[in-house]
């Protein structure tokens, strides 16, 4: 599954909290391009990531890192 990351709308968004989550979910992904795309994120940069598996945990994770997320599929 396809999903666009949109903006963080936290007051003080953990870095390492995001980039921890996206080597979590997405697929394919190691630390060092996971802090990178943290860094576009927070600068207000769409990014996309493919999730599979437990979806669920990822929906989870995204909204308690107050991360706007959009399906692509």
Do not use: H, W
Request: with cysteine.
């Amino acid at each position: 599954m396809q999903i666009k990351l949109l903006s963080c709308t936290a007051k003080r968004p953990d870095k390492r909290a995001i980039s921890k989550m996206l080597t979590e979910v997405a697929d394919n992904m190691d630390s060092s391009l996971a802090t990178e795309l943290t860094g576009y994120l927070l600068e207000g940069t769409e990014i996309e990531i493919e999730v599979s598996g437990t979806t669920n945990a990822a929906f989870r994770a995204l909204r308690k890192l107050d991360i706007d997320y959009e399906i692509m599929e």
